[in-house]
């Protein structure tokens, strides 16, 4: 039985993965669970699982969490508590499934305690890669990718040799506005935003795949899971969400990853590594399968763009680009700017943000206050 600790319980991701525990409870032991503030549907996952610890690291969220009473569950609160949560001593993978930023400081503190890493925090990987994946090495810790087209990526090199990848064909759905124009994007609302084909994810993912921005960020962490080039790494428009991603081998083979669309498969496979274990995921039927068609991403979408300027300078602007972007999204959710007005601000911040290059943890967490305040600043002063 393999000791899990859930980091984000109550998102998306952390939710799927806890569905996954369900289907395969001789499997796993949650040994921590970890959310920010959701109090009530934390208090269940608590009554359910019965982890040894658990952390919310919302303040006033814990005074309320703390009022209920849990046999034999230890309880904590704060930041501080959340980030410890990571390196509990009983636990052998940690899935840090909690979005943005804030994912980093626990990841590093799990991996320098020889955890296992389920990664579903992307942001991890975009803003600090070559300090993680270093550090991952150092400590003997395997990083399992979580994201659908990482996994994908992940199981077609199973027995390969990663210097024989030719190129990462990494996969996008398009999201929702597919197709449309620059001045049909004008006006859009967040309803619209949050509208998304063929995936169920949170708002801020949801909002990152509209601007490509999420690809962006997958482009980058890709960079640093698989240790290629960003010429390398190709992004094709699949609108199905069947193929989940692709490798291009130096002979020209092509190897790809399909499943229906369902988070919870590549979170499975990431837990479960090196076993496959029985899923309720639905099976793909090839006789009722239509098409798979693909395409280049629109040149509209710039947080491709973005990312892909980022990455090869490299340094803290991965970590500029990540922040800003975070300000923008939540600005545009609680409609205080436009959803173009998304890539307004992450330009105006990269451009005024100067570069550090091989930035410490406290280098990083210094660029990304930063980054923050600026983008404020535009936002709030209407500088965009």
């Not at 960003?230 to 399909?258: K, N, R, T, W």
């Not at 300000?327 to 173009?340: E, P, Q, S, T, Y």
């Not at 992450?346 to 600026?374: C, G, H, M, Q, W």
Request: contains cysteine; hydrophobic residues 45%; negative net charge.
């Amino acid at each position: 039985m393999k000791k899990i600790a859930v980091l984000g319980s109550t998102g998306s991701i952390g939710t799927q993965a806890l569905d996954v525990v369900r289907n395969l409870p001789e499997e796993f032991s949650v040994e921590v669970l970890a959310a920010n503030s959701n109090v009530e549907l934390f208090a269940r996952q608590v009554e359910e699982f019965r982890p040894k610890l658990a952390v919310l690291a919302d303040e006033a969220a814990y005074k309320k969490f703390s009022e209920k009473k849990f046999s034999g569950v230890e309880v904590a609160g704060g930041r501080k508590a959340f980030v410890d949560a990571a390196a509990f001593d009983d636990v052998e993978i940690v899935l840090t499934a909690m979005s943005g930023f804030a994912g980093l400081e626990p990841t590093i503190k799990a991996i320098n305690a020889g955890k296992n890493i389920a990664l579903a925090n992307k942001e991890t990987l975009v803003v600090a890669g070559e300090l993680v994946t270093k550090l991952a090495e150092a400590r003997g810790v395997k990083i399992l990718p979580v994201d659908s087209e990482h996994g994908a990526f992940f199981q077609c090199l199973q027995g390969e040799d990663f210097k024989s990848i030719e190129k990462l064909l990494l996969t996008a759905s398009g999201g929702p506005f597919r197709g449309k124009k620059i001045d049909d994007l004008r006006g859009v609302t967040v309803k619209e935003v949050l509208a998304h084909p063929t995936w169920n994810m949170g708002k801020k993912i949801t909002v990152d795949s509209a601007t490509l921005v999420n690809k962006g960020l997958e482009v980058i962490e890709a960079k640093f899971l698989y240790d290629v080039d960003y010429d390398q790494i190709q992004v094709v428009v699949h609108p199905q969400s069947i193929v989940h991603s692709m490798v291009e081998f130096c002979d020209g083979s092509i190897i790809a990853q399909l499943a229906a669309p369902d988070m919870r498969l590549p979170i499975q496979y990431a837990l479960t590594y090196p076993r496959r274990m029985p899923s309720p995921v639905k099976k793909i039927n090839f006789w009722e399968l239509k098409e798979l068609t693909f395409e280049k991403p629109d040149e509209i979408f710039l947080g491709l763009k973005f990312a892909y300027e980022a990455g090869r300078i490299g340094g803290t602007l991965p970590c500029t680009f990540n922040a800003a972007n975070e300000v923008a999204v939540n600005a545009f959710l609680r409609g205080r700017i436009k959803f173009l007005q998304i890539y307004d601000v992450i330009e105006k911040v990269l451009s005024r943000r100067k570069v550090l290059n091989n930035p410490t943890l406290e280098d990083l967490i210094a660029e990304d206050s930063e980054a923050r305040r600026l983008a404020e600043k535009f936002i709030e002063e209407d500088l965009i």
